[in-house]
C-alpha cells in the first residue's frame, strides 16, 4: 500500500494535469476530502494542532502529529501528503521523521525551512528565522536518501517570501533544495494576492514542480495557478475554518431554541454518518464472523 499510494502520487506530478490537495486533521475529515473529489489529503499541521485546541507552533510532537497523518491515511484510498513542518528537529531527526511516516504509509512528506520551533506562516507579527540554506540543503538530501519506498515524495517548503527575504533568497533555496533531491518546491507566501508566488514562478526554469497554497491570496482560481506553473495546489485548511463555523452556530441555534429540530436544516441525517463510518461494512462483518453461521474450509 505504501508503494501503491506513493506511486500514484508521484503519478499525479508527473501527469499533464494539476494535482488538487485540501487539508485534513482526522480521519473523517480526510474522508470527506476524498469524498470531494480531491487526488490526495493534506495532513495539515494547522490543522491538526487546531483540533487539539493549540496553536501551530510546534506544540504537538512528531508522534501526536505522526497518529494523526496515520488516522488519515488508513481512512481513505488516496494518498497522503503530511505537513512535517521543519522535520521536527535537525537532519537526524528528519531521517526518524521519514522512516516513521513511511511505515505508517504516508505517500508525501512535506518540509519547511523554518528554525524549530516553527511559527505558522499566518501568524502576525514576530520575526521569522529560516534554517540556514546549506544545513536545511543537507537536510533536504537526508530526507531524500533515507528513504525506502520509491514512491515516497519529498517536498521541499520555502518560507523565503513569507520572511521577507526576497525572490532571490526564495529562488536559491529552492534551486539548492532541488540539487538536494526534492521531487516538488512549495514556495509559500502570505501576501493577499498571488503576485508574489507568480513572480516567482516566472523565474522558475527547473522541471521540479511547484506547490502553491492559496491561503491569504485566495481569490486566485486554481486554473490561474497552473498557468503560472504551479503543478499542485493546497486548500490547507478552508475544510477546518467552515467546520468551526458551522458547529459555533449550530450549537448556538440549539442553545437559544432548546430543541434538537430547530437545527435539523443545518445537520445532515444519521445516515450520512453512518455511510460516512461504513457502518454497512461492520454489519456485514457481523453476519459473517459473529453469527456462526459460516462454513469453515480447511
Known amino acids: 500500500m505504501i508503494d501503491d499510494k506513493g506511486a500514484l502520487l508521484r503519478a499525479m506530478l508527473a501527469a499533464p494535469r494539476q494535482t488538487l490537495l485540501a487539508g485534513a486533521h482526522d480521519a473523517l475529515s480526510a474522508r470527506l476530502v476524498e469524498e470531494a473529489g480531491f ?5 495539515s499541521g494547522f490543522e491538526i494542532s487546531a483540533s487539539h485546541g493549540l496553536p501551530d507552533a510546534s506544540v504537538l510532537t512528531m508522534t501526536e502529529m505522526l497518529a494523526a497523518a496515520r488516522e488519515m491515511n488508513a481512512a481513505v484510498g488516496v494518498p497522503v501528503v503530511a505537513d512535517c513542518d521543519g522535520g521536527f528537529g535537525n537532519a537526524i531527526n528528519t531521517i526518524h521523521m521519514v522512516r516513521a511516516y513511511e511505515d505508517a504509509g504516508i505517500a508525501g512528506l512535506c518540509i519547511e525551512d523554518t528554525v524549530f520551533p516553527k ?4 501568524y502576525a507579527g514576530g520575526l521569522r528565522e529560516l534554517t540556514p540554506l546549506d544545513e536545511q540543503a543537507l537536510k533536504i538530501r537526508a530526507a531524500c536518501e533515507t528513504r525506502r519506498h520509491q514512491g515516497t515524495v519529498v517536498i521541499a517548503r520555502t518560507e523565503a517570501l513569507v520572511a521577507g527575504l526576497g525572490h532571490d533568497e526564495a529562488l536559491a533555496r529552492a534551486h539548492a533544495y532541488a540539487d538536494a533531491g526534492a521531487d516538488a ?3 509559500h507566501s502570505a501576501r493577499p494576492t498571488a503576485d508574489e508566488v507568480f513572480a516567482f514562478a516566472r523565474r522558475w526554469t527547473r522541471a521540479v ?8 491570496y485566495s481569490g486566485v482560481h486554481a486554473d490561474e495557478l497552473w498557468s503560472a506553473g504551479f503543478r499542485v495546489v493546497i486548500f490547507a485548511n ?4 467552515s467546520a468551526i463555523r458551522a458547529v459555533r452556530e449550530t450549537l448556538a441555534q440549539l442553545r437559544t431554541a432548546g430543541f434538537a429540530k430547530s437545527v435539523d436544516d443545518r445537520i445532515v441525517p444519521l445516515a450520512d454518518v453512518f455511510e460516512l463510518v461504513r457502518l454497512d461494512d461492520l454489519k456485514a462483518d457481523e453476519q459473517r464472523y459473529l453469527t456462526g453461521d459460516v462454513t469453515i474450509t480447511r
Not at 487526488?39 to 495532513?43: E, I, T
Not at 511559527?119 to 499566518?122: D, F, H, N, V
Not at 514542480?209 to 491569504?216: G, H, Q, R
Request: net charge positive; with cysteine.
Open 39 to 43: 487526488d490526495a489529503v493534506w495532513a
Open 119 to 122: 511559527r505558522c506562516s499566518l
Open 185 to 187: 518546491i512549495l514556495v
Open 209 to 216: 514542480p511547484l506547490v502553491a497554497v492559496p491561503t491569504t
Open 238 to 241: 478552508q475544510a477546518l475554518r
